[in-house]
Every structure is written in C-alpha cells, then in structure tokens.
C-alpha cells in the first residue's frame, strides 16, 4: 500500500514533472537554474515516494540540499515557492538563533514544534473552508435567537399551534432582513470566552512548550477561560459566532493527527546562516558553541523524534535546506556528520546588470510592476521606460562592486531612492500620468551613486 501525502499536496504537485517545477519557480525568480533543478528533483521524489510499498518508502530519506551563495540572490526565495507550490508546511530559521544545550537561547527542537503549529494551522484552515457554509448558518440560527424577543406564556385560550406558527413567521421574517442587511445598525449582546494567559515563572532548563504541556495535563480547567458579555453589532457578531460554530464543528484531535502526519511527510525547513555555525573553534573565546549547535542541529536533520503539544513528530522524512554565503568559512568547515546530511550542493552564482533587468520587469511580482500598483491606487499613472530599468540595473550593480554586495535587495533601495518623491508627493500631484525615463533616474541618483560616502550610507 503507498503512502499519501495530504491530499492538498497530492493534487498540486502529483502531476508537475521537475521541468514544470523549474517553470512555475522560473515565473518568480530568475535565473539560479542549478538550484532550481535541485529542489525540483527533492519535491518530485516525494511524489515517486508515495508510490512505494511501506516498507521500502520508510528506508528512503530526502535528499536534503546545501545552498552556497552570497545574499540577495534568491536561496530564500527558492525554498518558499517550492514549499508554496507543494502546499508544503514551511518554516524558515537562522541557524544562528540557536545555541547549545546549556546555554541560553532556543534549542534546536523548537523548530520542528514551530513546523507543527504551522501545519495545524493549515489543516485547521481548510478544514474550516470545509464547515464555512454549515457553521454559518448555525451562526445565522444563533443571531435569530438573540434577536429575537423572548416567547411569552401562553393564556389558557390561545392555541399553541397557531402560536407556534406566528412565531415562526416571525423569525422567518426577521431572517430575510438579517440577510438584507436591514439589522446591521442593531446591537446584540453575547457572551465571549477570553483566553486565558496565566502568569508564571519558566523552571530554567525548560522550554516553555514543555511547561505548556504540562500545565494543560496537571490543571485542565485553568487554561479555559472565562466568558464575560460583551456588546457589538449585527455584522460583528455574526463573524463571531460564524467562528465559534466552526471551531465546534472541527474535530480538532483529527487536526493534530492530520498536521503531525503533514510535517512528517511533507515539511520543508530551511536553514539559513549555516556559515555562521561553521568552525571549529578550541574550547576558548566568546563563540565557543558552534560546534556544539552543529551537534544539536545533527539528529534533527539525521531524523529523531521531537515531543511537541500535537504529539510525537518523527524527522526523518522532513527535507531541509541549508543556506549560506560561506564568505569566511567553507562548507567542509562543517563537522563531517552533518555535512554527509546534505549530500546535494548547488552553489548560486552573483547577480549582474542582466539579471537584475530582468528582476525589475520579469517576474509575477516585479519590482516595476508592485511600485506601479502601488502609485495606481492614488490614481498615478506610473510608466518606466526600457532605458530607465537598466540605468536602474546599472546603478544597482556599481553601488553592489562598490560597496558591499548584498544582491538583488539593492533593488529595493535604489526603487525607494528614486520614487521617493513621487510617492511623496503623489496625491498632490496635478499631472497624474508620470514617466520615468533614463534622464529622471539620472537626475535622483547620479549624483548619489558617484559619491562612494553617499552611496554607502543611502544605497
């Protein structure tokens, strides 16, 4: 019998092929073809792992990959489409936030707890999208009970039927106004749970997610909350109880199964500054746990078995990958042990004027095309020019040789930089069709991009 993904993912990446992987990440980011392949070859794997009997897919690990490339130029960027073409939990971590055990700081398992309350709130989400219909019109029920006055005592003439009957003309009557929008100005009253946040000292040596656990287990009632009345309109409190139907609706120990199982088969980590643990350093000086975060990061990536609040969460199956510019050390700096973890290296090449040409004009959600939305909404007809984008590409490129090269986010400055004061200026403009052509980018940024000292604190 093979093993299935969550259904979600299933449907979305079942019948994407790798070359159709590297054209839906070629939509979003550019260039970077290695990299792309490789990630695109770690998802498809997934899908040919489904196939499998039990017992072998369970011997097959993921081929966690090892990105080496200086800033700003798309390792990030990479990791999140894939995960969000997979429909993938995903969770992004500097390495460098981690410390040894003993130390102060976050241990390394709290990663794998942060994936799992990500992927509960997946599953609580599309299961919520399921109810939303049945919840609502429980809600709409609920509102009707409140809105409507209380049923008074019958005499000992009247009959109940009929009493029953104008009753529910009545409310049937009230619930097409309700849907009219007629009650809308009303005011109700409902009563409202609070959450409850007790105040407690944390037992050093304990992660919070252990006290939580534990506390939940020992004093059932004290995390319930109290519920206390509270006013609000018609609209408001339709959106409430629509919220609370569906939560009652949700069977949430099928979310926590669904979500641990989602994490185990299909979550995505990605490691970001794993230069800045490499090293090896003796047992002397202010950084002496490197080694000693590489140690504790090892049987995660290795696969182990991680206690979080959904229950146990199993690593083996989890594809995770590291990034880093490897500026000052080198990948071999790592210990051996978690260097054979990553045995895919794809090594990202640095950014030019081309490529950044085609940043600013290519990709779904280019720069050009964010900033000409943007001004659109102030009625700002916002048109560049071929020849101002690469001016801009040409300045972003001397700035980055010049200075330090932190990639493609020099875009983004130079962007502000130069539509500064039009965004500034923009809702008092008179003349709202504006064009931005090679003379203007000149005119903002020449003399900025000259001056080494300006340049360096500006751009």
Same mark, same amino acid.
């Given at each position: 019998?093979?093993?299935?993904?969550?259904?979600?993912?299933?449907?979305?990446?079942?019948?994407?092929?790798?070359?159709?992987?590297?054209?839906?990440?070629?939509?979003?980011?550019?260039?970077?073809?290695?990299?792309?392949?490789?990630?695109?070859?770690?998802?498809?794997? &997934?899908?040919?792992?489904?196939?499998?009997?039990?017992?072998?897919?369970?011997?097959?690990?993921?081929?966690?990959?090892?990105?080496?490339?200086?800033?700003?130029?798309?390792?990030?960027?990479?990791?999140?489409?894939?995960?969000?073409?997979?429909?993938?939990?995903?969770?992004?971590?500097?390495?460098?936030?981690?410390?040894?055990?003993? /130390?102060?700081? &976050?241990?390394?398992?709290?990663?794998?707890?942060?994936?799992?309350?990500?992927?509960?709130?997946?599953?609580?989400?599309?299961?919520? #999208?399921?109810?939303?219909?049945?919840?609502?019109?429980?809600?709409?029920?609920?509102?009707?009970?409140?809105?409507?006055?209380?049923?008074?005592?019958? =005499?000992?003439?009247?009959?109940?039927?009929? #009493?029953?009957?104008?009753?529910?003309?009545?409310?049937?009557?009230?619930?097409?106004?309700?849907?009219?929008?007629?009650?809308?100005?009303?005011?109700?009253? $409902?009563?409202?749970?609070?959450?409850?946040?007790?105040?407690?000292?944390?037992?050093?040596?304990?992660?919070?997610?252990?006290?939580?656990?534990?506390?939940?287990?020992?004093?059932?009632?004290?995390?319930?909350?109290?519920?206390?009345?509270?006013?609000?309109?018609?609209?408001?409190?339709?959106?409430? $109880?629509?919220?609370?139907?569906?939560?009652?609706?949700?069977?949430?120990?099928?979310?926590? &199964?669904?979500?641990?199982?989602?994490?185990?088969?299909?979550?995505?980590?990605?490691?970001?500054?794993?230069?800045?643990?490499? =090293?090896?350093?003796?047992?002397?000086?202010?950084?002496?746990?490197?080694?000693?975060?590489?140690?504790?990061?090892?049987?995660?990536?290795?696969?182990?078995?991680?206690?979080?609040?959904?229950?146990?969460?199993?690593?083996?199956?989890?594809?995770?990958?590291?990034?880093?510019?490897?500026?000052?050390?080198?990948?071999?700096?790592?210990?051996?042990?978690?260097? =054979?973890?990553?045995?895919?290296?794809?090594?990202?090449?640095?950014?030019?004027?081309?490529?950044?040409?085609?940043?600013?004009?290519?990709?779904?959600?280019?720069?050009?095309?964010?900033?000409?939305?943007?001004?659109?909404?102030?009625?700002?007809?916002?048109?560049?020019?071929?020849?101002?984008?690469?001016?801009?590409? @040409?300045?972003?490129?001397?700035?980055?040789?010049?200075?330090?090269?932190?990639?493609?986010?020099?875009?983004?400055?130079?962007?502000?930089?130069?539509?500064?004061?039009?965004?500034?200026?923009?809702?008092?403009?008179?003349?709202?069709?504006?064009?931005?052509?090679?003379? /203007?980018?000149?005119?903002?940024?020449? #003399?900025?991009?000259?001056?080494? @000292?300006?340049?360096? /604190?500006?751009?």
């Amino acid at each position: 019998m093979p093993i299935y993904l969550p259904e979600t993912t299933q449907t979305s990446t079942e019948s994407l092929t790798p070359r159709q992987i590297v054209a839906e990440l070629d939509r979003h980011v550019v260039g970077q073809a290695a990299a792309k392949r490789a990630v695109a070859i770690a998802l498809r794997n &997934r899908v040919r792992r489904q196939r499998l009997p039990p017992d072998l897919a369970e011997e097959i690990a993921p081929k966690n990959i090892l990105m080496i490339g200086p800033t700003g130029v798309g390792k990030t960027e990479i990791a999140r489409r894939l995960a969000r073409l997979a429909q993938s939990p995903f969770l992004k971590v500097e390495a460098s936030k981690f410390t040894e055990v003993g /130390y102060v700081g &976050r241990d390394v398992d709290s990663m794998i707890r942060d994936l799992a309350e990500l992927a509960v709130g997946m599953v609580r989400e599309e299961q919520q #999208a399921e109810v939303r219909e049945k919840a609502s019109q429980n809600a709409e029920e609920r509102l009707l009970d409140l809105l409507l006055p209380p049923t008074r005592p019958l =005499g000992p003439e009247e009959d109940a039927a009929a #009493a029953r009957e104008q009753q529910q003309h009545t409310r049937e009557r009230m619930r097409q106004q309700l849907r009219a929008g007629a009650l809308d100005a009303r005011v109700v009253e $409902l009563d409202v749970r609070e959450r409850a946040f007790p105040s407690l000292e944390i037992i050093s040596g304990s992660s919070v997610e252990e006290v939580d656990i534990n506390l939940k287990d020992m004093l059932p009632g004290l995390f319930q909350g109290r519920s206390k009345k509270r006013r609000m309109k018609v609209p408001d409190a339709r959106q409430h $109880l629509a919220q609370e139907e569906a939560q009652k609706l949700i069977d949430m120990d099928g979310v926590a &199964r669904a979500a641990v199982e989602r994490v185990e088969q299909a979550g995505i980590v990605f490691l970001d500054e794993i230069d800045k643990i490499a =090293g090896r350093e003796g047992a002397h000086g202010p950084e002496v746990s490197r080694e000693g975060v590489q140690r504790d990061i090892l049987p995660i990536v290795e696969g182990t078995t991680v206690n979080t609040k959904y229950g146990m969460v199993r690593t083996d199956h989890i594809l995770f990958i590291a990034a880093g510019a490897f500026h000052v050390s080198k990948p071999s700096d790592l210990i051996p042990e978690l260097q =054979g973890r990553f045995p895919i290296r794809v090594e990202l090449e640095a950014l030019g004027r081309e490529e950044f040409v085609r940043i600013l004009t290519e990709p779904r959600s280019a720069l050009v095309k964010q900033y000409t939305a943007l001004l659109e909404t102030e009625g700002i007809d916002l048109v560049f020019t071929d020849d101002a984008v690469r001016s801009i590409a @040409d300045f972003a490129a001397v700035v980055n040789e010049r200075t330090e090269n932190i990639g493609a986010r020099r875009l983004h400055t130079v962007m502000e930089k130069l539509l500064d004061t039009i965004s500034f200026e923009g809702p008092d403009l008179p003349d709202k069709h504006v064009l931005i052509d090679e003379a /203007y980018v000149e005119r903002m940024l020449g #003399a900025i991009v000259k001056d080494d @000292d300006l340049s360096r /604190y500006i751009l």
